[in-house]
């Protein structure tokens, strides 16, 4: 039987949306929320925009909400079962939209987007097995998590329009310098905007032997200190003008 829970994602201290999330479906975590409020800053008017690894459309329809999204909203997820779910959480919420099944960029083949929010996986494939985030949920990312985010960093400005601007999480549980240098080499300016640490979640103390071999290998960030272990998330914006 298909199981679903609902998620609550604050807009602001006034405003929050309650999200269903259906089963095999990624259920949004702090990066989200950082992410997020990375794209309220610099964006302030409504534009082009595409939810670019929507899972449950959280993020599309929270910029819709506020008044970011000009006309339609944009949203695609290689996961089926998600554009349904972003699908019907946008109608609960009267967001016109165009969500569509397929990976990154190829549902979109011809668009132009003047902001592209990519969400898509980021964190090395070892980390999500054993993490709480990725239960039922494929990652895909590489022993380095960064195969899906370079990729959509590579292809983007395939799908920008002359002023159009990208947003992207990158999650120390990846090779984070590999990133940023194929950021820098696709685009002319690559900014960082937001910053996060968290502490490692209870369920992956166990594994810190792992993190470490990983770290060794150049496949992850952590630090340790004061007997925490922290990883991050920053958020960047890459333009070509």
Not at 219 to 232: A, D, M, N, R
Request: glycine content about 6%; proline content about 5%; charged content about 25%.
């Amino acid at each position: 039987m298909n199981e679903q829970t609902f998620y609550k994602f604050a807009i602001d201290e006034k405003k929050e949306i309650s999200l269903k999330i259906d089963e095999g479906v990624f259920t949004p975590t702090g990066t989200t929320k950082v992410l997020f409020k990375a794209v309220l800053e610099k964006i302030n008017k409504p534009e082009k925009m595409l939810d670019l690894g929507c899972g449950c459309g959280v993020m599309g329809i929270a910029l819709q909400q506020v008044g970011l999204v000009k006309e339609l909203l944009y949203a695609s997820d290689l996961s089926e079962a998600a554009v349904v779910c972003t699908l019907e959480n946008a109608s609960k919420y009267k967001c016109p939209i165009v969500a569509k099944t397929g990976s990154l960029f190829n549902p979109w083949l011809g668009e132009k987007f003047d902001y592209i929010v990519d969400d898509v996986s980021g964190i090395s494939d070892e980390i999500a097995k054993i993490s709480p985030w990725f239960a039922n949920v494929p990652c895909n990312s590489g022993l380095d998590g960064s195969s899906l985010v370079v990729q959509v960093i590579e292809e983007a400005s395939n799908y920008l329009t002359p002023g159009g601007r990208l947003f992207f999480p990158i999650i120390s549980f990846s090779n984070v310098d590999k990133i940023k240098s194929i950021a820098q080499r696709n685009f002319k300016h690559v900014e960082r905007v937001a910053h996060e640490e968290w502490p490692l979640p209870k369920e992956m103390m166990k594994h810190i032997p792992l993190l470490r071999n990983l770290q060794a290998k150049g496949c992850v960030q952590i630090t340790e200190k004061f007997g925490l272990v922290l990883w991050y998330t920053d958020v960047y914006i890459a333009y070509n003008y």
